[in-house]
T-cell receptor, first 111, second 113 residues
Framework: DTAVSQTPKYLVTQMGNDKSIKCEQNLGHDTMYWYKQDSKKFLKIMFSYNNKELIINETVPNRFSPKSPDKAHLNLHINSLELGDSAVYFC??????????FGEGSRLTVL | AQSVTQLGSHVSVSEGALVLLRCNYS??????LFWYVQYPNQGLQLLLKYTSAATLVKGINGFEAEFKKSETSFHLTKPSAHMSDAAEYFCAVSEGGAQKLVFGQGTRLTINP
């Protein structure tokens, strides 16, 4: 059983399109995150949700909109995709102050 | 603000040799420190973490790291490298828990046969 699962694993799309990435965790964690890894492998937090409430928003453009329908799910919707949005997006989850478990990533390529 | 610097974007060692990956941090409060490993096309896996208990932390796969407050360092070591250790390694810091991890730029470890 995969602890943190993301879909799709790969997305290839044109500039200007809208796309979504879905994330589910079956660990019973209260906190979920989105991290972005750029082409140089640099990882940076984008958002954090605790019990469906947004607690961290790291000055991400408002074209990015996370949505947490319940504690086990955190989806990421991206409007009007730009070339610079090409990256690997990682979903993660944890209990408060606990180990952070990462999904396998979703590689987004914007053409 | 917290930050992490990993010295050396690429480290290459021979199989059986000592692995040393360097990490220095900056934090205004006692930090929590982590090492993660990322294998190609996979997510990150926690190797070990320091949370203000013992300064020498043992992790999975034979890795360990020592927290040195005076040097603001948290270097990762393994006595004998194995081919399966080839991966990208990330040091990270958080202030009081895992709510926000700040990562270093990563070190790619290559193992030569």
């Amino acid at each position: 059983d995969t602890a943190v699962s993301q879909t799709p694993k790969y997305l290839v799309t044109q500039m200007g399109n809208d796309k979504s990435i879905k994330c589910e965790q079956n660990l019973g964690h209260d906190t979920m995150y989105w991290y972005k890894q750029d082409s140089k492998k640099f990882l940076k937090i984008m958002f954090s949700y605790n019990n469906k409430e947004l607690i961290i928003n790291e000055t991400v453009p408002n074209r990015f909109s996370p949505k947490s329908p319940d504690k086990a799910h955190l989806n990421l919707h991206i409007n009007s995709l730009e070339l610079g949005d090409s990256a690997v997006y990682f979903c993660a989850s944890s209990q408060v102050s606990g180990e952070v478990f990462f999904g396998e990533g979703s590689r987004l390529t914007v053409l | 603000a917290q930050s992490v610097t990993q010295l050396g974007s690429h480290v290459s060692v021979s199989e059986g040799a000592l692995v040393l990956l360097r990490c220095n941090y900056s934090s205004s409060v006692p930090p929590y420190l982590f090492w993660y490993v990322q294998y190609p096309n996979q997510g990150l896996q926690l190797l070990l973490k320091y949370t203000s208990a013992a300064t020498l932390v043992k992790g999975i796969n034979g890795f360990e790291a020592e927290f040195k407050k005076s040097e603001t360092s948290f270097h990762l070591t393994k006595p004998s490298a194995h081919m399966s250790d080839a991966a990208e390694y990330f040091c990270a810091v958080s202030e009081g828990g895992a709510q926000k991890l700040v990562f270093g730029q990563g070190t790619r470890l290559t193992i030569n046969p």
